[in-house]
């Protein structure tokens, strides 16, 4: 499982933790969990996932550039390779995150990829509740993988 973030915050680095700490769960077994920061990521990783997390803020209305970077460089070379790829996306948002959520839900039906998870929108005042959500979501996403049900 691949994970891809930008986390330029503490919060933002201690929810990419966090999801790592999920999918890396004991409770789940088999699952290779691999995480690169949107900039250094390249198509060659995507081909070997078998899901993909996306972790992004929100900044001026829509995904970090890291992010939209990522997706730049590797849009047409993952174009008609990935298709059905299993996909999860939580955005930290100050107030909104609708933007976010809407390009890269437009992008990640152009690359045909299955969005798996309700768009977590961590938004607001930082909450430790977060927290405890980005690990179940790495958790759900693994456990998802292994059962073969995603
Ligand atoms: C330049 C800039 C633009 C931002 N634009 C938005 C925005 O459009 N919508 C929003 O909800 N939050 C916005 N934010 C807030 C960020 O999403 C937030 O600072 C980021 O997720 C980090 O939060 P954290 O420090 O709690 O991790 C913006 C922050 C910056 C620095």
Redesign the pocket.
Known sequence: MLIISHT?????QRMLTAIITGASSKEVSGIEVKSITALKTVTEDVLKADAVILLT?????YMSGALKDFFDRNYYLCMDKTDGLPCAMVI??????T?TRRAIESILTGLRWKVVQAPMIC?GD?QQDFIQQCEELGLSMAASLEAGII
Do not use: T, V
């Open positions: 330029p915050s503490p919060n933002l803020p929100e900044n001026l209305g930290r948002a100050g107030n909104d995150g933007g938004k930082f």
